[in-house]
């Protein structure tokens, strides 16, 4: 019997990924990161902007992969979070799956509600609304807090035939305004 050995080749890590990816794990640590997840999701299902905000460090970043649109500290986190409540008041997440590490968190998210308000661009349209999201949220393990949220949009399938429809929706409405 041959013991075969394998060389690894890895693909580049930035410095961050190389500085996750050798985080040991701890009890402790990974309880208080799961609480205040919990204390954030909470805080965002009753709508709590200053809840959601004591769980974030005052350098936090808010970004959107999708677009690329960025929102700074905790000002720019509770416009982030004054837009989307206002778009969807009733705020209809449920967690499909969850990753908690000494990283910090990974949230997949399937989101259905009625679309009351601006949404990256989108006026409001008063129709039913559903899409995917995949939340990052970094670990400070320094100021025990999380360092903002990196959100994904699963627009390729979902959004986008949501905003295919609102559009469309919204197209059938001026026809029929016009021709009253």
């Given at each position: 019997m041959s013991t075969r050995t394998l060389t690894r080749t890895l693909p580049?890590?930035?410095?961050?990924?190389?500085?996750q990816s050798g985080q040991a794990f701890d009890a402790e640590e990974y309880n208080r990161i799961?609480?205040?997840?919990?204390?954030?999701?909470?805080?965002?299902?009753?709508?709590?902007i200053p809840g959601l905000l004591a769980t974030l460090t005052e350098d936090c970043v808010y970004?959107?992969?999708?677009?690329?649109?960025?929102?700074?500290?905790h000002e720019g986190a509770a416009k982030f979070y004054d837009g989307f409540l206002k778009a969807f008041p009733e705020?209809?997440?449920?967690?499909?799956?969850?990753?908690?590490?000494p990283q910090g968190v990974v949230e997949e998210a399937h989101f259905n509600g009625v679309h009351h308000g601006d949404l990256m661009g989108l006026p409001s349209t008063g129709q039913p609304i559903e899409f995917d999201v995949v939340l990052l949220?970094?670990?400070?393990?320094?100021?025990?807090?999380?360092?903002?949220?990196r959100i994904y949009f699963a627009i390729?399938?979902?959004l986008l035939a949501n905003v295919g429809q609102l559009l469309r929706r919204m197209g059938r409405k001026?026809?029929?305004?016009?021709q009253k």
């Open positions: 580049p890590f930035n410095d961050g990924a190389d500085y799961k609480e205040l997840w919990l204390d954030h999701i909470a805080a965002e299902h009753r709508g709590d970004t959107i992969l999708n677009n690329g649109k960025i929102w700074h500290g705020n209809c997440f449920s967690v499909v799956n969850v990753f908690v590490g949220f970094p670990w400070d393990p320094v100021k025990k807090k999380f360092k903002g949220e390729e399938h979902n001026l026809d029929m305004a016009e």
